[in-house]
């Protein structure tokens, strides 16, 4: 068992330990240079503070809607109103506003929407292409034909 008396030593020594402990640390930070990126006590507790959640009525706060996903058709509806409104000579980010779409979303839709004009220009040139290409075809096979009806009469096969 352990004597009562040497508990109160214990116990008046405890706080006498801390206070020079203190006194250590206090002297150790006052000679070390303080580091750039280190926080003090005092402003890490004032940030606690500030990041601890505040109590507020539910009628003032603004409730954040979530993300909406427009399908294709609804993205092609707001863009052409959008493009009406621009045309009446509204500014494109009070359309965009009153569409419910940021202004950088109207250029992301409206670039995704288009089709790149060198692709379309690639699509007829290609058609016009194939098209010639069965002109042609048939121009050689029938003057194939008419040479190959030649040289059988010439040679007596038929």
Partial sequence: MTDPQQEIETAQSAPEATTEAEATETKTAARQPRKAGAKTKQTISKNEARSAPQKTDASTTVARTSRKIHSQKERAQILSDIEQSISRGQSIKSAGKQAGISEQTYYHWKKAAAVPVSKSNDLM??????????RLKSLLAERLHKENAELRKKLGLE
């Fill in 125 to 134: 040139d290609l058609l016009a292409l194939e098209e010639e290409n069965k």
